[in-house]
């Protein structure tokens, strides 16, 4: 994944700036005139394995020069002999199918069961069995890999984005039942990659923007300057005929994503990251020590661009919008010392995205409530208001 984030940015580079006469080499055409130009000839592709089957396998154009010849690697089942990849440096032609993986030792394709994902279900699972399940609890969900799935929902709460271990990432919405198609995340997953590269948290501008829902923002500027569109799933180019612009010049004539409900005519960085780029300027024009900076000299940007739930200046720590505006507030001073260590905001953040009148409870500090009530039926939750059940 974080090989991918890098390709990413090279090919969002590169496909900026890439000249068209590179590609023309290999238009439909000449593909149609020499379908074997610098490729073997192509070989068949089994009826059972083609772009409207994906349950079959995996539908590609082939991996040469040209792409001229279709592709299929088909997925194999359990008990199915798999190449390891060791005996030869062909492409392999098939692969071990949705929760499956291919075991060196038998050759065989085998289930996935020892992922983080795959043990939390068997844990959920056993504990069902044991009759040890909390109402609201929900049981994870993995994806063909053993990962976790992009998305999680508490039932009646909202859902969230999760990295592929599960833990909570940037990205929520309200839960209405299709947590799946509204909560893509992969902007929420890249741009945590991107950070582990990096060995730190991102700083505003370093990475493509994300919506609210951890998809991609479709209109992104990508070094303060240039602007161009981009799609939503993967962040890649849309290549609509359009030239990239300069951010003065962002509006619904020059970029075909232009969206007036959401973007402004001529500007691109929302309030936080504007803050931001101010403040940092300052203070290095000031010859500040970074190491100096107060916690709250700059404020916290999340993905999007805005505020996140956590800020402080010199007198409060607080539970902010996506706009800035202090919430809930904790006066620095002694007494609630604990309060602000834990403060965490998620529970205010989840009142504010659910619009049924069944919100959460929130503690002074606006966390959850760990003994929270629901149609008549209490019980406690972790700090995502996910149901656990409590140690005594
Ligand atoms: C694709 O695969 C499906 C299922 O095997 C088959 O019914 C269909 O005819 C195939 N389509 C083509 C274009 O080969
Ligand atoms: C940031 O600086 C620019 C240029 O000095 C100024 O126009 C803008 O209003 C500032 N924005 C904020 C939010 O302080």
């Not at 030869?88 to 085998?110: A, F, H, K, Q, V």
């Not at 994806?143 to 929902?153: A, R």
Request: glycine share 8%; aromatic share 8%; charged share 25%.
């Amino acid at each position: 994944m974080i090989f991918k984030t890098i390709c990413l940015l090279t090919f969002i580079i590169w496909g900026v700036l890439a000249d068209e006469k590179d590609s023309i080499y290999c238009t439909t055409d000449f593909c149609e005139k020499y379908p074997h130009a610098g490729e073997p000839p192509c070989s068949v592709i089994p009826p059972s394995c083609n772009i409207t089957n994906s349950l079959s396998g995996i539908y590609l154009p082939s991996p040469t020069t040209c792409n001229c010849c279709e592709y299929c690697i088909g997925y194999l089942s359990e008990g199915q002999a798999c190449a390891t990849g060791k005996k030869t440096t062909d492409t392999p032609s098939t692969i071990c199918g949705s929760g499956l993986y291919c075991d060196l030792d038998r050759e065989t394709c085998r289930p996935i069961s020892n992922t983080p994902c795959t043990k939390a279900q068997a844990e959920y699972d056993n504990r069902r069995k044991d009759g040890k399940m909390g109402d609201y609890e929900i049981r994870p969900k993995c994806d063909d890999n053993g990962d976790f799935v992009p998305y999680h929902c508490t039932p009646g709460g909202i859902c969230y984005c999760v990295d592929k271990e599960g833990k909570r990432i940037f990205g929520s919405i309200a839960n209405d039942g299709k947590g799946e198609y509204e909560l893509p995340c992969d902007c929420s997953r890249n741009h945590k990659d991107m950070g582990l590269v990096m060995g730190r948290d991102l700083r505003p501008g370093e990475y493509l923007r994300c919506a609210s829902n951890g998809a991609y923002e479709p209109l992104q500027c990508l070094d303060e300057k240039t602007c161009i569109c981009v799609d939503e799933q993967d962040g890649t180019p849309a290549f609509d005929g359009m030239l990239p612009v300069e951010i003065w010049a962002i509006d619904r004539n020059t970029l075909s994503c232009f969206d007036p409900t959401k973007n402004v005519k001529g500007s691109f960085y929302r309030r936080c990251e504007e803050v931001y780029m101010n403040k940092s300027q300052e203070i290095s024009d000031s010859k500040k020590d970074y190491d100096l900076v107060l916690a709250y000299e700059l404020p916290n940007c999340t993905p999007d661009g805005n505020y996140a739930p956590v800020q402080e200046d010199h007198k409060y720590k607080f539970c902010s919008t996506p706009e800035g505006i202090p919430l809930i507030r904790l006066e620095k001073k002694a007494e609630n010392k604990k309060l602000r260590d834990e403060m965490n905001c998620k529970c205010a953040m989840a009142r504010r995205l659910i619009k049924s009148n069944e919100k959460p409870s929130c503690l002074e500090n606006g966390n959850y409530n760990p003994e929270q009530c629901r149609r008549g039926y209490c019980y406690t939750v972790d700090e995502d208001g996910n149901q656990i059940m409590s140690t005594q």
